[in-house]
């Protein structure tokens, strides 16, 4: 017993020994696999990832184009495939997505042999059909995406598979599913059918899915339920049916039988009748979203604030609510926590009583509700309030004294509410208050030390509300700096800027966006913005900048915020700038510059040769090119020719256009001749990535793990040696 004691022990420490050197750090870096040439590979945590993405690729790389057959995720998005071949055997990948190509079938051959696969993304093609056998080699499947894809009808069941899970068929054409559609496609758990003109759901459709959660109908045109179309869907816990036309449907019989759902979207959907016993068997439901349905005579507290006990989001927005709210109706939905109210015209008084008993709400949105007061003990009960939107509303000012109980409000909205003096007491107990709206008030003046107790006060809207002065340290403290106000909004009020005095105080140091957009402002002197050098955005659109300097954007300002990342110069009055004035901005990431009287001279194309091979990308002249998804396309930046100035030759295919004063930056530069360096483009430019990140350059991914070092192997391989020599000779001992 003695000697097997001791063995047991010398066991145990061989053990302990081997855990410490399986815990031995190391940063080393997975072996390089194989990378076709025109993609880019890495590591995605330990899964070699290649995305041959937008690449103008008519075909799949092959394993002797340098397709490793250990890749786990392939991103053939965006390219000109129209066929594709099959995949080599053995090929490990998990992931395929061949989004926004030129496919027109999925076909079984396109995925054969993919035992492995778990994801297909094959969304923004032209497929038209789907063969059914198509995911057969792929035991594990479990997603599914087609979307934007124009599917023909199918009468017989659309897919085999009895391990998918998720499936996105939304925006593809379909006017009609049949009875089998979804016959083997019984683990679905997530279904997306928006965006189909189906105009109807028969009966016996859905059946065969039993274990559906999720399940998405907006914008399907619909005007016709069947009172069992949903009647196999015990399980279903999220319904969306927005954006249709309900009109006649019996919501007893068709929600009755999904007695466990707990969101229900029924959104812009021309309801304009619900009965009292609507959801008499959804006593689970949590999120009821009502939103922009004709419900005048909806009683709100038989249908809903009576019977739906657990009910945590309620939106009756914009649906015409009037008389009904009378009489408590929120009398047990106490565990409400947001309420939508907005857009319904409403009896303050009735307010006052329905809002009483829901003491744990947190959101209230009650904006646009023809409301001039509020009684004063509204939101006595209401001290979990988190988020408060009295928008738009003609309230005097009186109303302000009201909102001292609200010390856990940390969002107020009170834009638009024809406010011309607020208080100085009315924040003061608003310690926690991160955002706080007031555009569109006539608050000509601040009082002294409105603000002086928002300290965590993050966002700070103030935009058309007549100020010459923006808020000072007088409005908020002379004694402390904010340092979590991160963007102040002062657009549309006419500022006085002043040579040599900064524009903000220095309790404003840590701003990071600063909008001071349709001010007024002619000049910007060098230290507007001294005590605000942590800006990160800076926004002066439409501005008259360029009115006293010839059209020449001056940005001496600059120098004194290195940290400025987005600067919004967009309809100033410009027609001149320079890459010069931004030397002291290494940070600088977005320029907007569109909308001004640009000349058509040789700075544009010193602007595209900075932004091109100074910053490395020409996205940073935002509206320098326009977006593809565009519809219809926007014309990018312009210039002008002075009248009589020669202009370059245009080619024959555009030499009708050749009268025309005006071109686009890209055509500019095409054809005037000025020097350039052109970028690195496709192929090449892959390459030279591809290098950096071998040779341990900026931008290389680095696997989210470390691997056992040599010293570490060897440890392992010595511990299972002892362990080994332990257990015969306690096995000789026997």
């Avoid at 009875?179 to 859905?206: M, V």
């Avoid at 229900?264 to 009748?273: F, P």
């Avoid at 008084?349 to 947190?362: D, H, I």
């Avoid at 054809?671 to 052109?678: D, F, N, S, V, Y």
Wanted: proline residues 6%; glycine residues 6%.
């Amino acid at each position: 017993m003695k000697t097997q004691s001791g063995s047991s022990r010398s066991l145990a420490a061989v053990l302990v020994a081997l855990l410490a050197v399986l815990a031995v750090p190391c940063h080393c870096e997975l072996p390089e696999l194989e990378c076709p040439e025109e993609c880019d590979c890495h590591y995605f945590r330990i899964n070699w990832v290649t995305d041959c993405s937008g690449s103008n690729l008519t075909a799949v790389p092959t394993l002797e184009e340098g397709l490793s057959i250990n890749v786990y995720i392939l991103n053939m998005n965006d390219n000109d495939l129209s066929e594709v071949q099959t995949f080599p055997p053995g090929i490990k990948l998990r992931t395929l997505e061949m989004a926004g190509n030129n496919l027109t079938e999925l076909k079984r051959e396109y995925v054969q042999g993919l035992g492995y696969l778990l994801d297909a993304d094959f969304s923004s093609n032209k497929i038209a059909r789907v063969d059914p056998d198509a995911f057969r080699d792929s035991p594990g499947f479990i997603t599914l995406d087609l979307r934007r894809n124009r599917l023909q009808p199918v009468d017989s069941p659309f897919l085999v598979s009895r391990t998918l899970m998720t499936l996105d068929l939304s925006e593809c054409g379909l006017t009609r599913l049949s009875p089998q559609f979804f016959t083997n496609l019984t683990s679905l758990s997530r279904l997306d059918l928006s965006g189909n003109p189906l105009g109807t759901l028969l009966p016996g459709i859905l059946d065969p899915l039993t274990v559906l959660e999720t399940l998405y109908l907006s914008n399907c045109n619909l005007s016709h339920l069947s009172d069992t179309a949903f009647a196999q869907l015990a399980h279903l816990k999220t319904l969306d049916m927005s954006y249709n036309r309900l009109t006649l449907v019996d919501w007893t019989l068709v929600l009755g039988p999904m007695r466990l759902l707990e969101t229900l979207i029924l959104r812009r959907s021309a309801i304009t009748y619900l009965p009292a016993d609507a959801f008499a068997n959804n006593t689970y439901l949590r999120n009821l979203i009502l939103g922009e349905n004709e419900l005048r005579d909806l009683d709100v507290g038989t249908t809903l604030g009576h019977s739906l006990l657990y009910l945590d989001t309620l939106d009756l927005t914009n649906c015409h609510l009037h008389g009904p709210l009378a009489e408590n109706p929120f009398t047990n939905a106490t565990k409400l926590r947001t309420l939508m109210l907005s857009g319904n015209h409403l009896s303050s008084e009735v307010l006052g009583q329905a809002l009483e008993p829901l003491t744990r709400l947190q959101r209230l949105y009650l904006s646009n509700c023809s409301l001039t007061q509020l009684p004063q003990n509204t939101f006595d009960n209401l001290t979990s309030l988190h988020e408060l939107d009295i928008s738009s509303n003609p309230l005097n000012d009186a109303f302000t004294g009201i909102l001292s109980p609200l010390e856990s409000l940390e969002v107020l909205n009170m834009a638009n509410s024809n406010l011309s003096h607020i208080s100085a007491n009315t924040f003061s107990k608003m310690t926690h208050l991160k955002r706080l709206v007031l555009s569109n008030n006539p608050l000509t003046d601040l009082e002294y030390g409105l603000f002086q107790n928002l300290t965590k006060l993050e966002v700070l809207e103030l935009n058309d509300c007549g100020l010459q002065h923006p808020p000072d340290a007088q409005v908020f403290s002379n004694d402390q700096s904010y340092t979590n106000l991160q963007e102040l909004r002062l657009a549309g009020n006419p500022l006085i800027v002043e040579e040599g005095e900064p524009l903000l105080p220095r309790q404003f140091s840590g701003l990071r966006v600063l909008d001071i957009s349709r001010c007024n402002i002619t000049q910007l002197p060098r230290d507007l913005f001294v005590s605000t050098p942590n800006l990160t955005t800076l926004i002066l659109r439409g501005n008259l900048l360029g009115s006293r300097s010839g059209g020449e954007l001056k940005a001496d300002f600059l120098e004194t915020l290195p940290s400025l990342e987005v600067l919004d110069v967009s309809y100033c009055n410009l027609s001149k700038i320079s890459p010069r004035t931004f030397a002291h901005s290494p940070n600088l990431s977005t320029l907007r510059l569109t909308g001004n009287p640009w000349k058509c001279d040789c700075y544009i194309a010193d602007m595209w040769n900075w932004a091109n091979v100074g910053k490395g990308n020409l996205a940073i002249l935002e509206g320098f090119t326009v977006p593809p998804e565009t519809k219809p396309r926007r014309k990018g930046l312009l210039c002008h020719y002075e009248p009589g100035k020669q202009r370059p030759r245009a080619a024959s295919r555009i030499r009708h256009r050749e009268l025309s004063n005006e071109r686009t930056w890209a055509r500019f530069v095409r054809e005037a001749g000025c020097e350039l360096t052109p970028p690195a483009r496709g192929p090449a430019g892959r390459r030279e990535r591809r290098s950096a990140r071998q040779a341990g350059g900026h931008g290389a991914l680095r696997p989210a793990f470390a691997l056992p070092t040599a010293a570490a192997l060897l440890g392992l391989a010595a511990g299972i040696g002892a362990f080994s020599f332990l257990r015969s000779r306690r096995h000789a001992k026997h």
